[in-house]
């Protein structure tokens, strides 16, 4: 497919947004990922929902190959829509689907659209990519990332460490930031084994420039150790669960003066 001579096209926001090949409808819970530095949401991630709350999968395991592409389409026009209807001030942190973007500039079209309508600053837009899953074409990530940092966007890896490691895809295009799996967070207070494999993940992304996210946080233990170490970012239960439709504030524990 040639580029796209534009890449803002209302028209085109229209017709993705409208859920065509979709015979569901869906919503989205916000959890927020909070700088414990400052005490503040850093940003709120879109957690795909039914449309009375139900669980991702119930969401999730109706997506397939036939409509992929419209279903990543709607979720990104649903969750800028939400978000700027409910206010948000934070950044927005959106899950995409890499086999549903056969060209970046072209499929980004429907979001930069749909911020102009809603009036969300895109600047404020994090594309959030799921490392667990296995994807055949590391240049075609490469591609993504690339073009969504050259026009102006963040990027993440969820879930780094749940198996599917890309350190190909750190050294070709690093994302800005790295979203540890919780696999790797779950009691890392108590397991050193956990504990060398994210101290090399923290000097590895100190030294490309990005920024890591502790994700799944349930207790306090675990959050003091990850703090210990100079990350700021965290996500989890033990600061705020997600919320259905709503932007929740978080609570930030006290860890007394070691922290």
Same mark, same amino acid.
């Given at each position: 497919?040639?580029?796209? &001579?534009? %890449? ?38 879109? !957690? ?15 997506? /397939?190959?036939? /409509? ?39 499929? @980004? ?9 809603? /009036?969300?600053?895109?600047?404020? @837009? @994090?594309?959030? %990519? ?10 075609? !990530? ?13 990027? $993440? ?10 350190? /190909? %895809? ?7 930031? !790295?979203? %540890? ?6 009691? @890392? ?48 239960? !033990?600061? $705020? ?7 929740? &504030? ?10």
């Amino acid at each position: 497919m040639e580029r796209p &001579e534009v %890449l803002f096209d209302e028209s085109h926001c229209g017709q993705c947004a409208c859920g065509e090949g979709l015979d569901f409808q869906f919503s989205f819970a916000y959890q927020p990922i909070v700088d414990v530095f400052d005490e503040s949401v850093f940003a709120y991630e879109a !957690l795909v929902r039914g449309t009375g709350g139900e669980s991702a999968w119930s969401v999730l395991s109706q997506v /397939n190959e036939q /409509n992929r592409y419209s279903f990543d389409q709607v979720c990104r026009v649903k969750a800028v829509k939400l978000a700027a209807r409910l206010g948000m001030k934070a950044m927005l942190s959106i899950n995409f689907m890499p086999n549903a973007v056969y060209q970046a500039e072209y499929c @980004i079209r429907t979001t930069l659209a749909a911020a102009k309508t809603y /009036n969300f600053d895109t600047r404020k @837009i @994090i594309f959030e %990519l799921t490392e667990g899953e296995d994807l055949s074409s590391v240049d075609h !990530l490469v591609s993504i990332i690339k073009a969504y940092q050259g026009m102006g966007f963040s990027t $993440a890896i969820d879930d780094f460490g749940a198996g599917f490691s890309r350190y /190909n %895809l750190m050294t070709a295009s690093p994302p800005d930031l !790295l979203k %540890l799996d919780m696999g790797l967070i779950r009691d @890392i207070d108590r397991e050193p084994n956990k504990q060398a494999v994210v101290n090399g993940i923290i000097t590895m992304m100190t030294q490309l420039g990005g920024r890591i996210v502790a994700e799944g946080v349930e207790s306090v233990e675990e959050y003091a150790w990850l703090r210990t170490r100079g990350i700021r970012l965290f996500q989890g239960y !033990l600061f $705020a669960r997600p919320v259905f439709e709503t932007l929740p &504030e978080p609570c930030f524990p006290d860890i007394g003066q070691g922290g």
